[in-house]
C-alpha cells in the first residue's frame, strides 16, 4: 500500500517539478526573446490543457502525501512537530500549498484575463494600449511561475532529503 502511494507521489512530483522547471528555465525565456506575437499565442494554447493536468496532479500529490505521512506515524501525528522528518515534511507541503494558491489563486486567474484580452483582439493588431496589457499580462504570469518555482524547489529538495532525516 505504501510503496504504491509512494510510486504515484513520485510520478506525480516529478511530472509537476518537471514541467515547472522546463517552464521557467527554458520555455518562458526563450518565448519572451520571441516576443508577444508568438509568446501570447503559446501561451493560450497551453494553459487550457495544463490548468486541470496540473490540479488533478497537485490533488493527488497532496492525498498521497497526507495518506503516507498517517502511514508512517500511526497514531502518533503529534511527533511531526517534534522530529527533524516532521518538520522536513511540514515544510514539503506548506511549499506545495503556496504553490497551489498561486497558481491557482492567481496564475489561473491572470491567465484567464490573457486570453480574454486575446480573443477581443483576434484578427486585427492591438491597439498600444491592449498591446502594453498584454505585455503587463504576461509578465505578471512569468513573474508568478518564477515565484512558484522557488517554492516547488523547496518541496523537491525538502521530500528528497526525507528519508535521511
Ligand atoms: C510538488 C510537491 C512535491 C514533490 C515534488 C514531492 C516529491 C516527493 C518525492 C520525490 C518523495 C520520495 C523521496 C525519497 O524517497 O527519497 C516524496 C516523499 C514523501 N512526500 Fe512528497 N512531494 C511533494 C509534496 C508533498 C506533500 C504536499 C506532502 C504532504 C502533504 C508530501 C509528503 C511526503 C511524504 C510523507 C513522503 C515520504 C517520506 C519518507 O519516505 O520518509 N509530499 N515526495
Same mark, same amino acid.
Given at each position: 500500500?505504501?510503496? !504504491? ?8 512530483? &516529478? ?5 515547472? &522547471? ?28 495544463? !490548468? ?14 497526507? #495518506? ?15 522530529? #527533524?522528518?516532521?518538520?522536513? &515534511?511540514?515544510?514539503? #507541503? ?6 497551489? @494558491? ?10 484567464? %484575463? ?25 509578465? %505578471?504570469? !512569468? ?6 518555482? @522557488?517554492?516547488?524547489?523547496? #518541496?523537491? &529538495? ?8
Amino acid at each position: 500500500m505504501f510503496d !504504491t502511494l509512494r510510486m504515484f507521489h513520485i510520478l506525480f512530483g &516529478i511530472f509537476v517539478g518537471g514541467t515547472y &522547471i522546463f517552464m521557467t528555465l527554458i520555455l518562458e525565456p526563450r518565448l519572451r526573446k520571441l516576443g508577444p506575437s508568438v509568446q501570447t499565442p503559446v501561451m493560450r494554447a497551453i494553459t487550457p490543457i495544463l !490548468t486541470p493536468i496540473m490540479a488533478a496532479s497537485f490533488t493527488i500529490i497532496l492525498g498521497t502525501g497526507i #495518506a503516507m505521512i498517517f502511514l508512517l506515524n500511526p497514531g502518533a501525528l503529534d511527533t511531526l512537530w517534534s522530529t #527533524a522528518w516532521g518538520w522536513d &515534511i511540514i515544510i514539503g #507541503a506548506v511549499a506545495t500549498i503556496i504553490v497551489m @494558491v498561486i497558481g491557482f489563486g492567481l496564475i489561473v486567474p491572470t491567465g484567464i %484575463r490573457l486570453d480574454k484580452l486575446g480573443r477581443s483582439i483576434e484578427g486585427r493588431p492591438p491597439s498600444p494600449q491592449e498591446a502594453q496589457q498584454l505585455h503587463h499580462l504576461s509578465e %505578471r504570469v !512569468t513573474k508568478l511561475t518564477q515565484t512558484n518555482f @522557488v517554492f516547488v524547489a523547496i #518541496a523537491i &529538495i525538502t521530500m528528497v532529503i526525507a528519508r535521511y532525516l
